[in-house]
C-alpha cells in the first residue's frame, strides 16, 4: 500500500528528464450558466517518438465560502502507445483525488484505493480527445479512473463518455476539433468551451 504522501510525490514524474516542445494547445472557458469560473488549457508537445498531453484547470466559485478547485491531468505515448498518466485534483490546497500509471508498467493507483492491474484495450484517453475527434472508438481509458469506459456516438460530432459513478461528460466537435464538453454531474451542469 502505497502512502498519500509518497503517492503525491509520484505526480508529476511522468515526464521527467525529457524536453519536450509544444506543439498545439487549447483553452475552454469553464462556464456555469453564463458566469465564468475558471478556464482549462490542454496541451499537446512531442519529442522524437514521445507525445506528451498536459491538462490543467482553476476554477473558483461560492457554495456557503469560496472554494478554489485546480486540476491536472499528464499522459504520455511512447511510439503512439499509452505509456503513462497521472492525474490529480486539489481543493483549496488539499489534494482531494489523485491516479497514477508508472510508465509502460501494468501497476496502477487511484487515491486511495489500492494498487491494481491496469486493464486496457484502447490507445485513446481523454487528454486525446482535446486534440482529435474519436471518430469510430467504443472505449475512452479514463486517467482519473484509470479504467476503459464506454464512448457513444450521438450525432454528428458529438459523442457521450459514461463514467464510473454513472455521470456523463458529453463532447462537442466541429470540423474535427473539440469546441466544447458538458460535464453533468448531480445538481451541478458545467461547460467547458472553446476561447
Given at each position: 500500500?502505497?502512502?498519500?504522501?509518497?503517492?503525491?510525490?509520484?505526480?508529476?514524474?511522468?515526464?521527467?528528464?525529457?524536453?519536450?516542445?509544444?506543439?498545439?494547445?487549447?483553452?475552454?472557458?469553464?462556464?456555469?450558466?453564463?458566469?465564468?469560473?475558471?478556464?482549462?488549457?490542454?496541451?499537446k508537445s512531442q519529442s522524437g517518438p514521445r507525445t506528451?498531453?498536459?491538462?490543467?484547470?482553476?476554477?473558483?466559485?461560492?457554495?456557503?465560502?469560496?472554494?478554489?478547485?485546480?486540476?491536472?491531468?499528464?499522459?504520455?505515448?511512447?511510439?503512439d502507445m499509452l505509456h503513462g498518466c497521472t492525474s490529480?485534483?486539489?481543493?483549496?490546497?488539499?489534494?482531494?483525488?489523485?491516479?497514477?500509471?508508472?510508465?509502460?508498467?501494468?501497476?496502477?493507483?487511484v487515491h486511495p484505493e489500492a494498487p491494481f492491474t491496469?486493464?486496457?484495450?484502447?490507445?485513446?484517453?481523454?487528454?486525446?480527445?482535446?486534440?482529435?475527434?474519436?471518430?469510430?472508438?467504443?472505449?475512452?481509458?479514463?486517467?482519473?479512473?484509470?479504467?476503459?469506459?464506454?464512448?457513444?456516438?450521438?450525432?454528428?460530432?458529438?459523442?457521450?463518455?459514461?463514467?464510473?459513478?454513472?455521470?456523463?461528460?458529453?463532447?462537442?466537435?466541429?470540423?474535427?476539433?473539440?469546441?466544447?464538453?458538458?460535464?453533468?454531474?448531480?445538481?451541478?451542469?458545467?461547460?467547458?468551451?472553446?476561447?
Amino acid at each position: 500500500m502505497i502512502s498519500l504522501r509518497n503517492f503525491a510525490l509520484l505526480i508529476g514524474l511522468v515526464c521527467t528528464g525529457t524536453s519536450y516542445a509544444v506543439s498545439e494547445q487549447a483553452r475552454f472557458n469553464i462556464l456555469k450558466g453564463d458566469k465564468v469560473l475558471g478556464m482549462v488549457v490542454a496541451m499537446k508537445s512531442q519529442s522524437g517518438p514521445r507525445t506528451h498531453y498536459v491538462m490543467t484547470s482553476h476554477t473558483e466559485f461560492s457554495l456557503a465560502w469560496k472554494q478554489v478547485i485546480r486540476t491536472r491531468v499528464t499522459t504520455e505515448y511512447l511510439n503512439d502507445m499509452l505509456h503513462g498518466c497521472t492525474s490529480s485534483m486539489v481543493l483549496n490546497d488539499a489534494l482531494r483525488d489523485s491516479s497514477h500509471m508508472a510508465r509502460g508498467a501494468s501497476e496502477c493507483f487511484v487515491h486511495p484505493e489500492a494498487p491494481f492491474t491496469c486493464e486496457r484495450t484502447t490507445q485513446w484517453t481523454t487528454a486525446r480527445m482535446y486534440f482529435e475527434e474519436p471518430i469510430g472508438q467504443a472505449l475512452i481509458f479514463v486517467e482519473s479512473a484509470l479504467k476503459d469506459l464506454p464512448l457513444q456516438r450521438t450525432g454528428d460530432g458529438t459523442y457521450t463518455l459514461t463514467l464510473s459513478s454513472n455521470t456523463e461528460n458529453h463532447y462537442v466537435y466541429r470540423g474535427g476539433v473539440l469546441q466544447e464538453i458538458h460535464i453533468k454531474r448531480p445538481m451541478v451542469g458545467l461547460v467547458f468551451k472553446r476561447i
